[in-house]
Nanobody, 116 residues
Framework: QVQLVESGGGLVQAGGSLRLSCAAS????????MGWYRQAPGKQRELVAT???????NYEDSVKGRFTISRDYVANTVYLQMNSLKPEDTAVYYC??????????WGQGTQVTVSS
């Protein structure tokens, strides 16, 4: 089996920065894409950013220019650098990976809270 372990969440003031990390471990045959989603209280989970194995990226409109996704292909890790954070970025952030043979897997989530 494969596990996704996230880290890096926390409390930050508006305008601040955080960097999230998500490491995949276990029986990994290949990772097609990795990404980040978030879910705010009372709202549906939404895509934040994804990156394919070919390094193509996709961002949710409200984070473009502020967030940057990157991957370490050797370490099977995906990062999300979040700058200029806003209170509306407050949510639980989930890592997602599209794994060869196993399909989609989710991390446990990490809380990001941005105070005004």
């Amino acid at each position: 089996q494969v596990q996704l372990v996230e880290s890096g969440g926390g409390l930050v003031q508006a305008g601040g920065s955080l960097r999230l990390s998500c490491a995949a471990s276990g029986r990994i045959f290949g990772i097609n894409a990795m990404g980040w989603y978030r879910q705010a209280p009372g709202k549906q989970r939404e895509l934040v950013a994804t990156m394919t194995s070919g390094s193509s990226t996709n961002y949710e409109d409200s984070v473009k220019g502020r967030f940057t996704i990157s991957r370490d292909y050797v370490a099977n890790t995906v990062y999300l650098q979040m700058n200029s954070l806003k209170p509306e970025d407050t949510a639980v952030y989930y890592c997602n990976a599209d794994l060869t043979r196993w399909g989609y897997r989710w991390g446990q989530g990490t809380q990001v809270t941005v105070s005004s």
